[in-house]
């Protein structure tokens, strides 16, 4: 079965760099989620999306902004890095916010030096 | 607000062992439930959840998670544990209403020894 593709699955980048992290939501699935994993941490929700519209808000830094496109898949966009901006970025998508069923991607690993 | 706390950060288990990971909740609202394993460098899978109707639900692996609401309670039990179930567990809750994320709880080390 098809699962959430996220890309790419490492990426370094230096300090004030930008990144875009990309997530593609399983076929048929039209509400995508994004978590943050710092080293040793649990996943802390920054944006979630559902029909290309902006659905929740958490703990998203300002340098960060996120987008739904037309065919659903989602864009991280995240400038002027910092050092503790490294973590491992989760992308989910499910067919509907109100649906209790979360798929997971593999996760982007975003290392900053 | 609802929380998620998970009180044992690390549980050492010997190979084929029973173990228990607990997780209780907070919410004034009613929750779905659910457990998710990370495997080193992995990216997080879904154990089981819990939604409606019984109370004991049955996951992959081997495992069952309890549902006790008197208590907010949603303990993870294995009877018997294999050195591959050795990973991080997440309990996490979402509430009852649309639009809603999941919360997650700092989680679980298991570490199974041979």
């Known amino acids: 079965a098809a699962g959430v593709i996220q890309s790419p699955r490492h990426l370094i980048k230096e300090k004030r760099e930008t990144a875009t992290l990309k997530c593609y939501p399983i076929?048929?699935?039209?509400?995508v989620y994004w978590y943050q994993q710092g080293p040793g941490q649990d996943p802390q929700f920054l944006i979630s999306?559902?029909?290309?519209?902006?659905?929740d808000k958490g703990s998203i830094p300002d340098r960060f902004s996120a987008q739904q496109f037309s065919d659903y898949h989602s864009e991280l966009n995240m400038s002027s890095l910092e050092l503790g901006d490294s973590a491992l970025y989760f992308c989910?998508?499910?067919?509907?916010?109100?649906?209790?069923?979360?798929?997971f991607g593999s996760g982007t690993r975003l290392t900053v030096v | 607000a609802q929380s998620v706390t998970q009180l044992d950060s690390q549980v050492p288990v010997f190979e084929e062992a029973p173990v228990e990971l607990r997780c209780n909740y907070s919410?004034?609202?009613?929750?779905?439930l659910f457990w998710y394993v990370q495997y080193p460098n992995q990216g997080l899978q879904l154990l089981l959840k819990?939604?409606?109707?019984?109370?004991l639900v049955k996951g992959i692996n081997g495992f069952e998670a309890e549902f006790n609401k008197s208590q907010t309670s949603f303990h993870l039990r294995k009877p018997s544990v294999h050195i591959s179930d050795t990973a991080e567990y997440f309990c996490?809750?979402?509430?009852?209403?649309?639009?809603?994320?999941?919360?997650f709880g700092p989680g679980t080390s298991l570490s199974v020894i041979p």
């Open positions: 989910a998508s499910s067919q509907g916010p109100w649906m209790y069923g979360y798929t």
């Open positions: 076929p048929r699935h039209d509400t």
């Open positions: 999306f559902y029909e290309k519209m902006q659905s």
């Open positions: 919410s004034s609202v009613s929750v779905y």
């Open positions: 819990y939604l409606s109707g019984s109370t």
């Open positions: 996490a809750v979402r509430l009852k209403t649309s639009y809603d994320k999941v919360i």
